[in-house]
């Protein structure tokens, strides 16, 4: 299924990227299991922990916060990543790929669409892309956000589901 959410409006938003924070560099810890995943026709060997989407299903359910992909994945995420873990098919920010001509990093490329995207919406952003902390401040229009900054050799822990909870539950 393929469908982007209304921007700009509504409850705040947690945005989910997939490699880095899901997907960890290498196994992170009991939990994780491998997995291949096709999109494109291009495979991909995944670790993924299907104790990730009742966590994040929890802290949509606390907060009243919408769950949204913000991935270089978009909607192939809803097919290869969301049935492993225990999430249902979810919006997705629409990132195209970065031109090899760039002069943005990746980071920056991501930071430039969500930013577009979510129209001064708050949001908690589950990143890990080093420089998107700079990045989303250089943008305008971006309204009051949280990065999660996510270790890729880790991966999303509890503790980073506390930080967005925390944040989520004392926006005024």
């Known amino acids: 299924m393929s469908y982007v959410p209304e921007m700009g409006t509504g409850s705040p938003v947690v945005l989910l990227d997939v490699d880095g924070v899901l997907n960890p560099v290498e196994r992170a810890g009991r939990g994780y299991r491998r997995h291949r995943a096709s999109p494109n026709g291009f495979t991909y060997r995944l670790w993924l922990n299907a104790a990730h989407g009742p966590m994040l299903r929890e802290l949509i359910a606390e907060t009243g916060a919408e769950l949204v992909w913000a991935s270089y994945w978009c909607e192939n995420a809803n097919e290869w ?89 004392h926006l005024t």
């Not at 031109?99 to 129209?119: I, N, T």
């Not at 998107?132 to 971006?142: I, R």
């Open 81 to 169: 990543i969301a049935p492993k873990v225990g999430l249902p098919d979810l919006p997705f920010v629409p990132i195209p790929a970065r031109p090899y001509d760039s002069e943005l990093s990746l980071g920056a490329w991501k930071a430039r669409h969500v930013a577009e995207w979510a129209q001064g919406r708050p949001f908690v952003w589950f990143e890990d892309e080093p420089d998107v902390t700079g990045c989303l401040q250089g943008e305008s229009g971006v309204g009051a956000h949280l990065l999660v900054a996510v270790d890729p050799f880790i991966g999303l822990t509890e503790q980073h589901i506390e930080l967005a909870r925390s944040w989520l539950l």
